[in-house]
């Protein structure tokens, strides 16, 4: 394709509007990556944004990272807490979103609606306590796992997906005598790899960020993810809701909060590793993946 | 124009899923259900799990009708000596401040849905018009990098631009001759704050989803677009819009039902007693009410309204998609 | 659990019977059943506490389980620990945990009015074998701890403190100006207007009205910062409804007005850019942002002239300025599906055994091992160095998992120990120097009217919903007045609003209870 005088014009403005909310998008991290190399005096010194370090160091990685075994630990535990359970979430969650985007099964509009019923209506923190405690699960791996297993918006996005596909690919596989395992596997896994891949960085990120259900279920610190570790260390003693809260103010008594620039190295250690992920999903993205995978 | 449009499957409309009765219709139930029982097969695990881990819970609402204290006993919710009728709702309702709350988590939720509904479509679509690949992508990247800030961090980056003591924005304010001004205790400029801060911080993440649907679109149809002579905005009126529009609805009626949820941490962080009229929505009520005491009816009770509210809500808009032509929830 | 269990006891094995069986006598009080494990060995009790410690998930495993062995060792206790997590989670899980019937929990802090129904009293156990901790506290704490009727229902954790609130000057601006520290309402205004004719962007800060009230609010009322009992009535009535509270928001929305305090002062700014900024001439909020954060940024940057100076007390039109914190209940208990109730006080005993002259004990429940993780270098001038318990990191150390003891008491004291420093000088902690200078210095500030009554708020709630909206209604209009959105001229109009709000209800339900202790 050629393109005319106007279409460059328009990319050339795109690009500069797209490079200015880039800006926006990046310079609080920026400031946040700095801060995480600077030392205690340069942060007492410096104003409140801190663009660029003046004198770099990494003490803070080093404390972070250096010593001990507790953030590798549980390093490890958030790794195989999003690896598994996003594999078992999309295992269960795109077979399901199959069946509810077949639009001649029987009792589809009361399963849909089953589902749907629990998005809005749940029975709060206890009486999943109590259900996680009965199937023995507190303090085991499994009670961050079982209980997020399907999410029911993401089911239905990724069914509205499916049920953008045609329906003549269907039927043309079964022509050619594909059974229905076959018409899952051949025909709308490859079809539906772009939702796939977004609904899978949800649950991944989900996963990676969640630290309450931790925090509630499991005992052993050796258990817990990295969230948790690291993530609650940022919130002491902020007296995190304000003035309201008494005692959060009560119990800084004598503790003090760590350094700013070791705070802005947990951030950055917690967010790097799922900003990784991204790259590889991206190139679920590419236009015409739908036409290029039936061609193939 | 409007062809292109037209020939997305995503278009069609839906008919309604079959119904039967009568013993014929049962007979002709049972024979679609054998030929799809691989389909029920491959759906019984997942539906076995909603009704242990969603449903079985759930039994918890009733919580909402009584004076529970997990104290007495964490699994004794069936105890009718506890039984308070509507009480807690009752609570709620009476409160002064019920109308005030109401109207400020609808109007947050509201603004959030106007402004940050239509920025991450408009996002993608440019995203989606980028020709060199490596800016593409890192644009796309580096766009949802603020959502992974924890609110507390977010929050502390917001303060830290709109502080009078060295704030960024008012050194530029001083800068050009003004006054310095504590931002985030003004009344009038609370929710536009908090509105801006939410669509900075997600656009970029709720782009994906629409990426995503940009990626399922023939090429073709750009191609016989540009022969039509449709310029760019004219292909992404006409073809790129309508091609995701079943995503674009589904997502929106998600959000219409999370109308009542306006944002309980990110408020909490940043208000004060200054903004509380136009700043104190449902849940920050519920978190104050709960500082003393356990109020864990109070907040089933608060928890119950909002979802019946929700429910109505998502109803309404799944009628106005289906009447539009669009696939809907069911 | 078993595992762990068999671990210990082989490991107890190993270390020689006469020291086994000396710790193991020690660890059953006479007449108290023994568990008996296989082979007629007793099994020392396990006891489970719920902390929270900055560490969330926890320290050095290594370093944690051999403070642990080595509590056992000095008392026979076998101490398990709860991490609570962080923030609005920890409430969850402490109540989840005090509630689960799987789970066991033996002791945890909140106010005991809450748990009255599900914790022993601990008058007989205290008697039993508590001698330190009983010794540790003053008549006043002890009887925050009981209800009206006299039963003790936990050992403290926090209640009257004089260290919270003091104004904090800066000290070279004063000198600049050629003033003494002030000491009365009109001095400290002067003091803050000299700063200001030689820093023009000097300012007054607080940290939201209640910490204001705390500081200033004497200077203006009868009571200060506290509930009265109004003549008219003999009722109870919040702060808000003093006869000299119209005066008081006249003056500080004239502070406002003026420019002297600082834009969101009632705002929850971040404090710490602030005392960057160099711009708080008078602090008046919570003591810690000064004697903990700002001796951190001085420190940091090295500076010299650069500092903030505290008035012990100062004195306004009406008296006192300043309110002392009467905290409140909020106690240790020991839970009653405890099975070892006697254990839980035998360790916590045993942590206030040397009483405020000798904390090596709340030192190594705090720190860790003596001689491994920190070791006295004076113990007599309570000179310490710190090992492993000095490190920043969560990671090298063992993180407090077994303190029981935080607040009132042993920690307390221990704020009188100075660390030496790797480089040979002695390092005593402006904020440990601070707390434990005043912590029970009562004369700068007036006391509450009703200091002593540790009321059941979650009672009151209950019976009075609508207190949150009155809390919020008078938080709001207060600050409207103060920034002269509102003017005082309306002040009977939101008084008025303000029995439209039930606070006649309130009023009956608070002066009810606290009749209990004041017949």
């Known amino acids: 394709m050629k393109y005319s005088r106007g279409e460059r014009v328009f990319d050339w403005i795109n690009i500069f509007v797209l490079a200015v909310l880039t800006l926006l998008f990046l310079l609080p991290f920026l400031s946040v990556v700095s801060t995480s190399l600077i030392s205690g005096k340069e942060y007492a010194l410096r104003g409140l944004f801190i663009l660029y370090p003046k004198e770099p160091v990494i003490t803070s990685y080093h404390l972070l990272l250096g010593q001990g075994s507790l953030v590798w630990t549980s390093l490890g535990v958030s790794l195989a807490r999003v690896t598994i359970g996003t594999g078992l979430n999309l295992f269960l969650t795109f077979p399901l979103a199959y069946v509810l985007s077949k639009r001649t099964l029987y009792g589809r509009v009361p399963i849909t609606m089953f589902i749907f019923f629990t998005m809005l209506f749940s029975g709060g923190l206890i009486p999943n306590f109590v259900l996680v405690e009965k199937l023995n699960l507190l303090n085991s791996f499994w009670s961050m796992i079982l209980p997020p297993l399907i999410n029911p918006w993401w089911l239905l996005i990724m069914r509205n997906f499916m049920l953008a596909i045609p329906d003549e690919l269907e039927e043309a596989a079964i022509m050619d005598g594909a059974n229905p395992l076959t018409v899952l596997l051949r025909v709308y896994l490859p079809l539906s790899m772009p939702v796939i891949a977004t609904v899978g960085l949800w649950y991944a990120v989900m996963h990676w960020n969640s630290w309450f259900d931790a925090a509630i279920y499991l005992n052993t610190p050796s258990k817990f993810p990295m969230q948790l570790v690291l993530r609650g260390i940022l919130e002491f003693g902020t007296g995190q809701y304000g003035d309201a809260s008494g005692l959060a103010e009560m119990t800084e008594l004598i503790d003090p909060p760590p350094a700013e620039s070791l705070k802005a190295a947990m951030i950055v250690v917690t967010t790097m590793p799922i900003l990784l992920i991204y790259p590889f999903i991206q190139r679920y993205f590419v236009k015409g993946i739908m036409l290029g995978s039936i061609k193939g | 124009m409007q062809q292109f449009g037209g020939e997305h499957p995503g278009l069609s409309v839906t008919p309604a899923s079959p119904t039967y009765s009568g013993r014929k219709g049962w007979r002709e139930a049972w024979r679609q259900i054998k030929r799809d029982r691989f389909l029920y097969a491959l759906a019984a695990i997942p539906l076995l799990y909603f009704v242990v881990f969603r449903y079985l819970p759930m039994v918890g609402v009733i919580i909402a009708f009584q004076d529970y204290d997990p104290f007495l006993g964490i699994t004794d919710i069936f105890r009718f000596d506890r039984w308070v009728g509507l009480k807690h709702f009752r609570n709620f309702f009476d409160s002064i401040f019920f109308w005030n709350i109401m109207r400020n988590t609808v109007l947050i939720s509201l603004y959030k849905l106007i402004f940050g509904f239509p920025v991450p479509i408009i996002l993608a679509l440019l995203i989606n018009e980028v020709r060199v690949t490596l800016f593409q992508r890192t644009v796309q990247t580096i766009s949802y990098l603020p959502h992974f800030f924890s609110m507390v961090v977010a929050a502390g980056i917001v303060r830290a631009m709109l502080t009078p003591q060295g704030g960024l924005l008012n050194q530029v304010v001083v800068a050009l001759g003004g006054q310095p001004k504590a931002y985030l205790t003004d009344p009038d400029l609370f929710r536009s704050i908090i509105v801006t801060m939410d669509v900075w911080q997600h656009a970029g993440w709720n782009s994906i989803i629409f990426l995503a649907a940009m990626a399922t679109i023939n090429p073709e149809m750009y191609e016989a677009a540009a022969m039509d002579g449709a310029n760019r905005f004219q292909r992404m009126w006409h073809v790129t819009l309508p091609s995701i529009s079943f995503a674009i609805v589904i997502i929106l009626i998600f959000r219409i039902g999370g109308m009542l949820d306006a944002g309980f941490e990110q408020i909490i962080l940043l208000y004060s007693p200054s903004v509380f009229s136009v700043s104190d929505i449902i849940d920050t009520y519920v978190y104050r009410a709960g500082l003393i005491g356990r109020q864990y009816s109070f907040g089933a009770a608060v928890g119950l309204f909002k979802s019946v509210l929700a429910l109505a809500l998502m109803y309404m808009a799944n009628k106005v998609s289906q009447k539009l032509g669009q696939e809907g929830l069911w | ?519």
């Not at chain 3, 009571?223 to 008219?232: E, F, L, M, T, V």
Request: with cysteine.
């Open chain 3, 1 to 519: 659990m078993t595992t762990a269990m068999l671990n210990r006891r082989q490991l107890l094995q190993g270390m020689g019977l006469a020291a086994t069986g000396a710790a193991l006598a020690a660890c059953v009080p006479a007449g108290a059943p023994a568990d008996m494990a296989d082979g007629g060995e007793m099994e020392p009790p396990d006891i489970w506490v719920a902390t929270s410690t900055p560490c969330p998930g926890g320290g050095n495993p290594e370093r944690t389980a051999a403070v642990r062995d080595h509590l056992l060792e000095l008392t026979g206790v076998r101490v398990n620990a709860y991490l609570l997590p962080p923030g609005a989670a920890r409430t969850e899980k402490l109540n989840l945990l005090i509630a689960s019937g799987t789970e066991p929990l033996d002791v945890f802090e909140g106010a005991w009015p809450d748990f009255k129904g599900i914790v022993n009293p601990l008058d007989d156990l205290l008697d039993a074998g508590g001698q330190n901790i009983l010794a540790g506290h003053s008549d006043l704490d002890w009887k925050m701890m009981k209800d009206f009727e006299g039963t003790t229902w936990g050992y403290p954790r926090l209640g009257l403190m004089g260290h919270t609130h003091f104004p904090f000057f800066r000290s070279d601006w004063l000198a600049e100006a050629g003033l003494d520290v002030p000491d009365t309402w009109d001095g400290m205004e002067e003091a803050y207007l000299a700063m200001r004719g030689n820093h023009p962007e000097a300012v007054i800060t607080t940290m939201g009205r209640r910490h204001l009230m705390y500081n200033t609010l004497g200077a203006y009322t009868d009571h200060g910062y506290s509930r009265w009992i109004d003549p008219a009535d003999n009722m109870l009535k919040p702060p808000e409804l003093q006869e000299g509270y119209p005066d008081w928001l006249a003056k500080m929305n004239q502070w406002w007005a003026d420019g002297w305090l600082q834009q969101e002062s009632f705002a929850n700014p971040d404090y710490r850019s602030m005392l960057k900024t160099l711009t708080i001439g008078l602090w008046l909020g919570w003591y810690s942002r000064i004697t903990g954060w700002w001796s951190d940024i001085r420190r940091d940057a090295g500076y010299v002239d650069e500092d903030y100076i505290l008035s012990l007390k100062i004195v306004g039109p009406s008296g006192i300025a300043k309110t002392n914190n009467a905290g409140s209940n909020t106690a240790y208990m020991i839970a009653r599906k405890s099975e070892h109730p006697d254990a839980v006080i035998k360790y916590v005993n045993w942590i206030y055994s040397g009483g405020p002259d000798d904390v090596t004990n709340y030192l190594i429940a705090s720190w860790g091992i003596q001689g491994e993780d920190w070791e006295w270098v004076d113990k007599e001038a309570k000179i310490a160095r710190q090992f492993s318990a000095g490190s920043p990191v969560c990671e090298e150390k063992y993180s407090r998992d077994y303190q029981i003891t935080l607040g009132l008491g042993p920690e307390t004291w221990a704020t009188a120990v100075k660390i030496e420093q790797p480089d040979g000088s002695i390092f005593w902690n402006r904020h440990w120097q601070h707390i434990n200078t005043y912590w029970n210095q009562y004369d700068g500030g007036r006391m509450p009217v009703d200091f002593d009554v540790p009321y059941d708020r979650t009672a009151i709630r209950d019976a009075f919903p609508g207190e949150v909206d009155l809390e919020r209604f008078i938080d709001e209009e207060s600050i409207k007045f103060i920034s002269g959105d509102r003017p005082l001229s309306e002040w009977s109009s939101f008084v008025d609003d303000l029995s439209g709000a039930g606070l006649d209800r309130w009023s009956e339900l608070y002066t009810e209870q606290f009749r209990l202790y004041h017949p």
